[in-house]
């Protein structure tokens, strides 16, 4: 694939060349047009492997954004603009431990290989442990539907990594249930084996912490709403964090960027 670097820059194609971008990606790209017709792609027998994937594709990206659906309240300001894709690959890891189905109907059994998704920083750039590194305890209820992040006392100049200008800051827990997902032939898409359950969600802060004082021992619970019977199909990510704020008079402006949240555990 070429890569632009002259001043020149136009949208479509130009002499069988197109230019496009690439999300997270800096520069220009180019390549050349052609390639086979949506026709040939959607019914040629020597597209099959072709449809195959793509049907697993799909079916992984929509676990993968089941995730962020769930945590849509704090993805922005915790996360990098590559997370989707990263997202969707360990969903793909997942795919392909199914040996069971047929391709292009292999299942996402995110409940049999949790220890994939556990421990996945949703910034690359801003891990929790580079930031935070107070002792804590992770508890969660029989039910499933509950988990506590317990922090005893500590004093934040020396275990938290804070941007400058930052006054305060407040802890994150959060947890959301992901389903599995299944392929169905009715639809010829991938669908939840839970879709009540599946994105459900809750986050909870601790109070605005100040920086320069010793940090009270804190408790922060989250308890998914609705009081949801879990089934075996579905899987709970904890997931915790730190936000940063200054605060100018009464008010606390949340800071853009040097906050990190990571899957710390799933149940």
């Known amino acids: 694939?070429?890569?632009?670097?002259?001043?020149?820059?136009?949208?479509?194609?130009?002499?069988?060349?197109?230019?496009?971008?690439i999300k997270g990606l800096q520069?220009?790209?180019?390549?050349?047009?052609?390639?086979?017709?949506?026709?040939?792609?959607?019914?040629?027998?020597?597209?099959?492997?072709?449809?195959?994937?793509?049907?697993?594709f799909g079916g992984?990206?929509?676990?993968?954004?089941?995730?962020?659906?769930?945590?849509?309240?704090?993805?922005?300001?915790?996360?990098?603009?590559?997370?989707?894709?990263r997202l969707t690959a360990i969903m793909k890891q997942i795919n392909l431990e199914d040996t069971a189905n047929p391709r292009g109907q292999?299942?996402?059994?995110?409940?049999?290989?949790?220890?994939?998704?556990?421990?996945?920083?949703?910034?690359?750039?801003?891990?929790?442990?580079?930031?935070?590194?107070?002792?804590?305890?992770?508890?969660?209820?029989?039910?499933?539907?509950?988990?506590?992040?317990?922090v005893?006392?500590?004093?934040?100049?020396?275990?938290?990594?804070?941007?400058?200008?930052?006054?305060?800051?407040?802890?994150?827990?959060?947890?959301?249930?992901?389903s599995d997902w299944v392929y169905n032939p009715a639809t010829s898409s991938y669908e939840p084996t839970d879709p009540t359950l599946n994105s459900l969600s809750d986050i909870s802060y601790s109070a605005y912490l100040p920086l320069n004082a010793t940090t009270p021992a804190t408790t922060v619970t989250t308890n998914l709403p609705g009081t949801p019977t879990m089934t075996a199909t579905v899987s709970v990510l904890n997931c915790i964090g730190i936000e940063f704020y200054q605060q100018v008079g009464g008010n606390y402006y949340l800071f853009a960027q040097g906050n990190a949240l990571r899957c710390d555990t799933v149940f």
Not at 1 to 21: D, E, I, N
Request: charged share 15%.
């Open 1 to 21: 694939m070429a890569k632009q670097t002259g001043l020149l820059r136009y949208s479509g194609s130009m002499g069988g060349v197109r230019h496009f971008k």
């Open 27 to 56: 520069g220009d790209f180019a390549g050349l047009v052609g390639g086979p017709t949506a026709e040939q792609i959607y019914n040629d027998s020597a597209f099959e492997r072709t449809r195959e994937n793509m049907s697993e």
């Open 60 to 85: 992984c990206a929509s676990a993968g954004k089941a995730v962020r659906v769930g945590l849509s309240q704090i993805i922005k300001q915790m996360s990098d603009s590559r997370l989707t894709g």
């Open 106 to 150: 292999r299942s996402i059994e995110i409940s049999a290989y949790q220890n994939l998704i556990a421990g996945i920083n949703f910034n690359i750039n801003v891990s929790l442990s580079g930031i935070f590194n107070a002792p804590y305890t992770l508890t969660n209820n029989t039910a499933r539907d509950s988990a506590t992040f317990t």
């Open 152 to 178: 005893p006392a500590f004093n934040p100049a020396s275990l938290v990594n804070a941007p400058a200008g930052a006054t305060h800051f407040r802890l994150v827990n959060a947890i959301v249930g992901i």
